[in-house]
């Protein structure tokens, strides 16, 4: 009997059909790498958050976790690889050279892949900054590896690979990617996502030094000189205590005035959903969400905001929710830790004029303490 037309079996679905087959050449790759991202002496704090979670995939890994340090020769770039191991790194890697002093994609990807091609690194983590978006797209564009970017959770599968979770362009749902085939594996997550680990006094430990094979007149672009962001005073939700926000519940954009006069009165920083942005009721800066901002309070005070995943990932590291909503089946109250079931509209002026007549400027100062 003939089974030309009988139909192979399909592979199955997901995950668990696809085989991983690492090529003989990334199997001695192995550390967790964190990039420390340095920009004019400072360190960006979701350097050390990545630290952090670095930890936990290495300790998972049984290998090392280490720190990478781009920077110009002196004392700035040393604090940063002190500061590397205060938050736990086992090593540092380090490339000094003046034309790192100021941020360009190509000097520093080419240090970044000439570290990656030397040493093999199974894991590469970087910051979803401004500066890390953009240094790990061309770094995995030239290592041909794959990058998670934006990602809300990671961890390590049965087989050690790394599991990235993100949430959908959509926003409506979380789905979870694996570089099974190539190294290193690359992941950016954006700030106050992870928790910040605690600091710990620390020696300076192994220290790698790497030179960049990349000459100053080799490099296209030009570093002229710096101006201040003229924005640089704006409101820093990613690392507020206190944090209000509004959603499309509260109906109008004059509404959103109640809000600003309860951050107001409880020295916090105010903030909105997505839809709010769109409509033009506030502007981008003030967005909390997968595509606004990241927070991470002692205390989120949410009115009419209806929770959906977008939101929810911007916010569910928070210490106390607090969801103010006329809709009890609205999708916040599932995270939520306080939900008060009512009209933001009369609740938030009650509120409002409660926490003025009880608290005192001082005691406003120490709310989130």
Known sequence: MSTANQESPRP??????????????????????VFIEL????????????????????????????????GPPGEATWYAVAEAFAYGADLVYIVEAPLLADYRNEPFTKAMTDLVDTHKPEILLLGATTLGRDLAGSVATTLQTGLTADCTELD?????????????FGGSLLCTIYTLNYRPQMATVRPRVMPMPQRAEKPVGRVIQHKV???????????????????????????????????????????????????????????????LVQKGWMPADRQIGQTGKTIRPKLYIAAGISGAIQHRVGVE???????????????IFDFAHLGIVTDAIRFLPALTEAFTRRLSPHSRDKLAS
């Open 317 to 331: 590291g928070a210490d106390l929710i607090v969801a103010i909503n006329t809709d009890p089946n609205a999708p």
């Open 39 to 70: 920009e004019r002496a400072q360190v960006h704090p979701v350097s050390f958050e990545l630290l952090g979670e670095g930890r936990k995939l290495a300790d998972k890994l049984g290998v090392q976790l280490a720190g990478v340090v781009l």
């Open 213 to 275: 094979s990349v000459a100053e007149d080799e490099i296209v672009t030009k570093v002229l000189g710096f101006l201040p962001d003229s924005q640089s005073a704006k409101a820093n939700l990613a690392y507020a205590d206190v944090v209000v926000a509004g959603g499309l519940g509260l109906g109008a954009a004059e509404n959103l005035q109640l809000v600003k006069n309860l951050a107001r009165a409880i020295g916090a920083e105010h903030g909105c959903s997505r839809p």
């Open 12 to 33: 199955a679905a997901g995950r668990a059909g696809i085989k991983k087959e690492l090529p003989e050449r990334f199997k001695d790759y192995r550390h967790v790498w």
């Open 156 to 168: 390590v599968d049965a087989d050690g690979s790394l599991a990235a979770t993100r949430p959908t």
